[in-house]
């Protein structure tokens, strides 16, 4: 089966699909990856093939727009920015998805970000378009919208949170998805959410339900599988410095920011230099798209490392609580300091510190060297945080997300 998983965004949107797809790929299936030119080759070299996306997000992140996303007060107002942002690229990557799928499918897959011109797509070209996705964004009592960074609403103000969140999200995709149905020839669909797709359709999530738990109110057909794992590019080695590094002292403490572009790389550079200091701990921190660096006897800086390499060998991670890292650190079973900054990352640094896995979380926008230093003595110096993320760990090594893909596709076969 010639399958085609579309997906938007950084590479914390796209590393989960290349694990995905090596292991559909052993299974016999043709697989692709459509997405931005940026991660080519990160997708080419596990034999997976590639149809590229215009857009490039690191430029968009480090926009004037994009790096003001990360000065935002509140979630609302990040939202509105993000919207502003969105509207500009939009029709540009919605022709770029007809353009990867028209090439040739039996079944597409797509991630939240893809999934309105995916799902038009195969309406009109009557292929099966399964949601793969990797945040939580179906309306539920159970817990509020996403980018909220707010504590539960009640059951009935969740929803009605979730669904104004709807509302809004659904002024990105409608203008561009309309005019593709009307493109493709369909009806026009009324935009109220989730971003006009049918609520019957077969979405599967990538997360596991010991995580997030499937809400007893959620669509049938919504199910949670458990996480899809990156794959490792082939033939990694670890540079000799990094080694020399963890051989010659205690685990670190790994701080890094993914895809966040900060606006200020040397001031954000110093602060975590200061906290590991004030906190005596050794650090490793991650370059990342910000371009931290930070260098001393007990500080290393690192390029792209395996988080599933490295994070087993440190003492507890900082990050940005973007879903790739945060599932990262709880696959290696240590705990974590979420520093949030924007979107969903409220949410799953909420989770972290709902599991007991890391103290509560500190917002960048208000993020101090004292303030950091006293959540990274408490992470690594309370075995409690160590243990808890050691038991979630063996729970998560358990699943096999990947496997509820496979069988989902054998259905349709």
Same mark, same amino acid.
């Given at each position: 089966?010639?399958?085609?998983?579309?997906?938007?965004?950084?590479?914390?949107?796209?590393?989960?699909?290349?694990?995905?797809?090596?292991?559909?790929?052993?299974?016999?299936?043709?697989?692709?990856?459509?997405?931005?030119?940026?991660?080519?080759?990160?997708?080419?070299?596990?034999?997976?093939?590639?149809?590229?996306?215009?857009?490039?997000?690191?430029?968009?992140?480090?926009?004037?727009?994009?790096?003001?996303?990360?000065?935002?007060?509140?979630?609302?107002?990040?939202?509105?920015?993000?919207?502003?942002?969105?509207?500009?690229?939009?029709?540009?990557?919605?022709?770029?998805?007809?353009?990867?799928?028209?090439?040739?499918?039996?079944?597409?897959?797509?991630?939240?970000?893809?999934?309105?011109?995916?799902?038009?797509?195969?309406?009109?070209?009557?292929?099966?378009?399964?949601?793969?996705?990797?945040?939580?964004?179906?309306?539920?009592?159970?817990?509020?919208?996403?980018?909220?960074?707010?504590?539960?609403?009640?059951?009935?103000?969740?929803?009605?949170?979730?669904?104004?969140?709807?509302?809004?999200?659904?002024?990105?995709?409608?203008?561009?998805?309309?005019?593709?149905?009307?493109?493709?020839?369909?009806?026009?669909?009324?935009?109220?959410?989730?971003?006009?797709?049918?609520?019957?359709?077969?979405?599967?999530?990538?997360?596991?339900?010991?995580?997030?738990?499937?809400?007893?109110?959620?669509?049938?057909?919504?199910?949670?599988?458990?996480?899809?794992?990156?794959?490792?590019?082939?033939?990694?080695?670890?540079?000799?410095?990094?080694?020399?590094?963890?051989?010659?002292?205690?685990?670190?403490?790994?701080?890094?920011?993914?895809?966040?572009?900060?606006?200020?790389? *040397?001031?954000?550079?110093?602060?975590?230099? *200061?906290?590991?200091?004030?906190?005596?701990?050794?650090?490793?921190?991650?370059?990342?798209?910000?371009?931290?660096?930070?260098?001393?006897?007990?500080?290393?800086?690192?390029?792209?490392?395996?988080?599933?390499?490295?994070?087993?060998?440190?003492?507890?991670?900082?990050?940005?609580?973007?879903?790739?890292?945060?599932?990262?650190?709880?696959?290696?079973?240590?705990?974590?300091?979420?520093?949030?900054?924007?979107?969903?990352?409220?949410?799953?640094?909420?989770?972290?510190?709902?599991?007991?896995?890391?103290?509560?979380?500190?917002?960048?926008?208000?993020?101090?060297?004292?303030?950091?230093?006293?959540?990274?003595?408490?992470?690594?110096?309370?075995?409690?945080?160590?243990?808890?993320?050691?038991?979630?760990?063996?729970?998560?090594?358990?699943?096999?997300?990947?496997?509820?893909?496979?069988?989902?596709?054998?259905?349709?076969?």
């Amino acid at each position: 089966m010639r399958v085609l998983i579309v997906t938007a965004g950084s590479w914390g949107d796209v590393a989960p699909y290349t694990g995905l797809g090596v292991r559909l790929r052993s299974a016999g299936h043709d697989v692709a990856i459509a997405t931005h030119v940026r991660f080519r080759d990160a997708v080419t070299a596990h034999g997976i093939g590639f149809r590229a996306l215009p857009v490039d997000p690191r430029e968009v992140l480090a926009s004037a727009a994009g790096r003001s996303l990360a000065r935002a007060v509140s979630p609302p107002v990040a939202m509105a920015r993000l919207m502003r942002m969105a509207q500009e690229f939009m029709p540009r990557l919605t022709s770029g998805v007809v353009d990867a799928v028209r090439q040739g499918a039996d079944v597409l897959l797509s991630s939240t970000f893809t999934d309105p011109m995916c799902s038009a797509l195969g309406e009109a070209m009557r292929l099966p378009a399964l949601g793969v996705y990797l945040q939580p964004i179906e309306p539920t009592a159970a817990f509020p919208p996403l980018v909220t960074a707010a504590r539960s609403f009640g059951p009935h103000g969740n929803r009605l949170a979730a669904r104004a969140l709807w509302a809004a999200t659904d002024r990105i995709f409608a203008p561009a998805v309309s005019g593709l149905r009307r493109e493709l020839g369909l009806p026009p669909r009324r935009f109220g959410g989730p971003l006009g797709l049918p609520r019957d359709r077969l979405v599967l999530h990538g997360f596991s339900p010991r995580i997030v738990r499937r809400p007893a109110d959620w669509p049938e057909r919504h199910r949670v599988c458990g996480y899809w794992w990156p794959a490792t590019p082939p033939g990694w080695q670890p540079d000799p410095r990094l080694l020399d590094f963890l051989d010659a002292g205690p685990p670190p403490v790994f701080a890094g920011f993914g895809s966040f572009v900060a606006a200020d790389a *040397e001031r954000l550079s110093a602060l975590l230099a *200061e906290a590991l200091r004030r906190a005596k701990v050794r650090g490793i921190v991650q370059s990342g798209w910000t371009g931290l660096h930070a260098e001393g006897d007990e500080l290393l800086t690192v390029q792209e490392v395996p988080h599933a390499w490295l994070f087993p060998r440190t003492a507890a991670v900082i990050h940005h609580a973007g879903a790739g890292t945060t599932a990262a650190g709880l696959r290696a079973g240590v705990p974590a300091v979420p520093v949030p900054v924007q979107l969903d990352q409220h949410f799953w640094a909420g989770r972290l510190t709902a599991l007991g896995v890391s103290p509560p979380p500190l917002r960048y926008q208000r993020l101090t060297a004292p303030r950091l230093a006293e959540a990274i003595v408490a992470v690594t110096r309370t075995p409690a945080f160590r243990a808890r993320s050691r038991r979630l760990a063996a729970g998560i090594a358990e699943e096999d997300g990947a496997a509820r893909v496979l069988t989902a596709l054998g259905r349709l076969g």
